[in-house]
């Protein structure tokens, strides 16, 4: 794998709401990772204004909102997320068939074939369990449950899924190789775990099939964000 196969397979989690250090953190890992993931607490800090800060810094942008409502309503903020240039954007597979097929018509139809966003599929977030599930209800185990949901996801078109590491093998052998897979959860050798419960490192995720990993906190918190992301790149390269 060569170095800039590594970095484009890199997205950075913005967890700010400092309009500054949107700018701040684009001029300084704009060159070292693919992506740059804007979530809601930016989103709603910030606004659009935030994907353009990126973008003016030759960034690409993961708009993380998760929509999950009726399907009309779900399609219409797809479109408008899809109208900003992001590269990825996602939803919650969750909010059912109709709502995720509802999405994609409206994409085509929007763009006819030209180049869009891709549009993601959350499944079951990194931080449940099998008992957060039990608590609301769903008696399945989480690793059964992402791939009920992947499958669902790709039969209403949807190009990919957000889901655990330790899912992918077995996402891969229900949707196949061209199914798109991001992943959070990802920690490098020298970070903490967090909140996350489910994890691999960098090179675990992306020999088991990911094709984008989410890393926050392990480069944002580091003393030196830029040496952080370097070492992250040495582990996929070297794993």
């Not at 030209?114 to 609301?136: C, G, P």
């Not at 909140?195 to 984008?212: F, I, L, W």
């Not at 830029?226 to 040495?234: G, K, N, S, T």
Request: charged share 25%; glycine share 8%.
């Amino acid at each position: 794998m060569t170095r800039d196969d590594a970095r484009q397979k890199i997205i950075f989690a913005l967890d700010t709401s400092d309009f500054a250090h949107v700018q701040y953190w684009a001029e300084t890992l704009a060159g070292r990772v693919g992506m740059f993931k804007i979530g809601k607490q930016l989103y709603t800090a910030c606004g659009p204004a935030a994907v353009r800060m990126i973008q003016k810094f030759g960034g690409e942008v993961f708009l993380d909102l998760k929509f999950h409502d009726i399907p009309n309503t779900v399609a219409m903020a797809s479109l408008e997320a899809a109208r900003l240039g992001v590269k990825l954007f996602n939803l919650h597979a969750l909010g059912g068939y109709e709502m995720m097929a509802r999405t994609v018509d409206a994409l085509d139809n929007e763009f006819k074939g030209a180049e869009r966003a891709k549009v993601l599929a959350v499944t079951i977030l990194t931080s449940s369990s099998d008992e957060t599930l039990r608590q609301v209800g769903i008696d399945k185990p989480v690793a059964e449950m992402v791939v009920r949901l992947a499958e669902l996801a790709q039969r209403a078109g949807i190009d990919g899924v957000v889901a655990s590491p330790q899912e992918i093998p077995l996402i891969r052998r229900a949707c196949g190789d061209d199914f798109l897979i991001v992943t959070p959860g990802v920690r490098p050798g020298f970070a903490a775990l967090n909140d996350q419960k489910r994890v691999m490192t960098p090179a675990e995720a992306v020999r088991a099939g990911g094709d984008y990993l989410v890393i926050g906190r392990p480069i944002g918190d580091a003393p030196d964000p830029a040496a952080a992301a370097e070492m992250i790149l040495e582990e996929i390269i070297a794993g």
